[in-house]
């Protein structure tokens, strides 16, 4: 409360001194702290947890891939999302359980909207389709 009321004396000072808006950016003022809060926050909750479906099913694909992919996908390399998100192609690093070495993998999604409508491999060659 005494904040308020010494905050309050203050800024009337400065308006009976200075005839102006006590808000105004002036060498290391402030400006009126409420408008810059409140756009700050809108755009924080606009970005936030608003992730495109393009994003999603480049999630979706990747998740989908390791999970199809055996004895494990090593690792992601690349991956490349259609401008509407509705073709997702991967392409990483997976281990060859008969050869115990490490190839190369690649795999492409197609979606409709946000549903998983076919899953392929397109390399190594010897994954057969919809696996």
């Not at 979706?60 to 991956?79: D, F, G, K, R, Y």
């Not at 192609?89 to 281990?95: N, Q």
Request: net charge positive; proline share 4%; aromatic share 4%.
């Amino acid at each position: 409360m005494a904040l308020a009321a010494a905050l309050r004396h203050h800024l009337s000072a400065r308006i009976r001194r200075n005839h102006e808006n006590p808000y105004k950016l002036k060498g290391s003022e402030m400006r009126r702290p409420g408008t810059m809060v409140i756009a700050a926050t809108f755009v924080a909750a606009l970005v936030s947890g608003c992730a495109t479906v393009a994003e999603k099913n480049t999630d979706q694909c990747e998740q989908t891939m390791q999970a199809h992919a055996e004895p494990a996908l090593v690792s992601v390399t690349h991956i490349e999302t259609s401008p509407d998100g509705s073709t997702v192609t991967v392409s990483g690093k997976m281990e060859d359980q008969r050869n115990s070495t490490v190839v190369s993998a690649q795999a492409e999604c197609r979606f409709n909207g946000k549903s998983l409508s076919s899953f392929r491999w397109l390399a190594p060659t010897n994954r057969g389709a919809g696996q």
